[in-house]
């Protein structure tokens, strides 16, 4: 209902539909936000790793920085693709601070 009263509204207005200004939003990008800060993250909490399951891969729990304080985000399951290797989400010391990296799929 909202796309066909969207087309509509872009009908009404002249000269937009020749141009082809339908607007057709592309996939979504990969966005990567790295934080700097001085606070080193505490170590690792230990997990039991449940057993594997088909098709999906452990990612292993760490810690984000939630502004004041480093909260334990705890570990769980990620659909595998095929052909890539999961690199977990991991602090990395830089001169400036620790940076925290999302983890991601690569080959």
Request: no cysteine.
């Amino acid at each position: 209902m909202l796309r066909t009263t969207r087309r509509l509204a872009l009908l009404a207005v002249p000269g937009l539909v020749g141009a082809g200004a339908f607007y057709t939003p592309t996939a979504a990008a990969g966005v990567s936000v790295a934080v700097g800060i001085n606070a080193a993250p505490p170590p690792p909490r230990h997990e039991a790793v449940p057993p594997p399951r088909v098709g999906y891969v452990w990612a292993p729990g760490y810690w984000r920085w939630e502004g004041q304080r480093h909260a334990w985000v705890g570990g769980y399951w990620v659909r595998g693709r095929p052909g890539y290797v999961y690199h977990p989400s991991h602090w990395e010391h830089a001169r400036d601070g620790w940076r925290m990296h999302d983890g991601y799929w690569g080959r």
